[in-house]
């Protein structure tokens, strides 16, 4: 999610990267900014279920690279 706009992922997710698909936002995205991935409105049993898996294997699949904010 980027300024409350959700995005579709597109192709494979590959180790600790994936693609969006940004062509209809209405935003100007710009190489480098940061996205959200789980928050509120796209909560990680969601995210498990359009991943077909549960969500304890969403969590423990992320990589240390990504950087975490706990709130």
Known sequence: ???????????????????????????DIQIGQYC?????????????KKCGTISNEILTSISKRVKRVYI
């Not at 999610?1 to 935003?27: A, C």
């Not at 959200?36 to 498990?48: F, P, Q, R, S, V």
């Open 1 to 27: 999610m980027y300024k409350n706009e959700i995005f579709k992922i597109i192709g494979r997710i590959s180790m600790d990267t994936i693609t969006l698909d940004i062509t209809k936002s209405k935003n």
């Open 36 to 48: 959200e991935i789980i928050n509120t409105k796209n909560d990680i049993e969601k995210l498990a």
